[in-house]
Antibody, heavy 120, light 108 residues
Framework: QVQLVESGGGVVQPGGSLRLACVGS????????MHWVRQAPGKGLEWVAS????????YFGESVKGRFTIFRDNSKNALFLQMNSLRREDAAVYYC?????????????WGQGTPVTVSS | SSVLTQSPSVSVAPGQTARIACGGD??????IQWYQQKPGQAPILVVY???ERPSGIPERFSGSKSGNTATLTINWVEAGDEGDYYC????????????FGGGTKLTV
């Protein structure tokens, strides 16, 4: 069955960096767009970034553009989110999601998330 | 860029019908998705392309759209439907295309 497992979350100081990873299984990873979505404590969902199946196109949310980057290694069925210049407001649970079969921009399947805390 | 507006909360009795609305400029020209998030769990997709249901989602869940308002309807609401519901669009013409509504908490 489809599985997405995120890792790499943790505690980081303001201004620091962190790299999140998401490994997919149970589907042909290199055929699907992938997404990152975050949820701050007690808040709603916020789209962070998306990447096409082959990595050729990338999209970022306004609050993270220029600080975060998204990339993938299809040979390892892995998606990454490199987060630099972290701010307190970046603290959240970060979910990776797989694009939907009929439309790449739909988040058809989600992982369980990895928490990121930004604190000194 | 698009802004999607949802009421913060909806409350219904078991067996009744819940209607959760999502409004926004130009929503009529975009595909709307709905996600359900139960407490402590990851979101799941319950409706896509305005009114389509992914496999495994009960027929009690349906979506519709009229003008600039999309609606998620849950018939014969059960206690297990309690949670947060988010609408979402992909605004192709925006610099920041991925947009979620603020979410609606459904209390049963």
């Amino acid at each position: 069955q489809v599985q997405l497992v995120e890792s790499g979350g943790g505690v980081v100081q303001p201004g620091g960096s962190l790299r999140l990873a998401c490994v997919g299984s149970g589907f042909r990873f290199n055929s699907y767009a992938m997404h990152w979505v975050r949820q701050a404590p007690g808040k709603g969902l916020e789209w962070v970034a998306s990447i096409w199946f082959d990595g050729s196109k990338k999209y970022f949310g306004e609050s993270v553009k220029g600080r975060f980057t998204i990339f993938r290694d299809n040979s390892k069925n892995a998606l990454f989110l490199q987060m630099n210049s972290l701010r307190r407001e970046d603290a959240a649970v970060y979910y990776c999601a797989r694009g939907f079969s009929s439309a790449w921009y739909i988040m058809g399947f989600w992982g369980q998330g990895t928490p990121v805390t930004v604190s000194s | 860029s698009s802004v999607l507006t949802q009421s913060p909360s909806v409350s219904v009795a078991p067996g009744q019908t819940a209607r959760i609305a999502c409004g926004g400029d130009k929503i009529g020209g975009k595909s709307i998705q709905w996600y359900q998030q139960k407490p402590g769990q990851a979101p799941i997709l319950v409706v896509y392309d305005d009114s389509e249901r992914p496999s495994g989602i009960p027929e009690r869940f349906s979506g519709s759209k009229s003008g600039n308002t999309a609606t998620l309807t849950i018939n014969w609401v059960e206690a297990g439907d309690e949670g947060d519901y988010y609408c979402q669009v992909w605004d192709t013409w925006s610099d920041y295309p991925g947009v979620f509504g603020g979410g609606t908490k459904l209390t049963v």
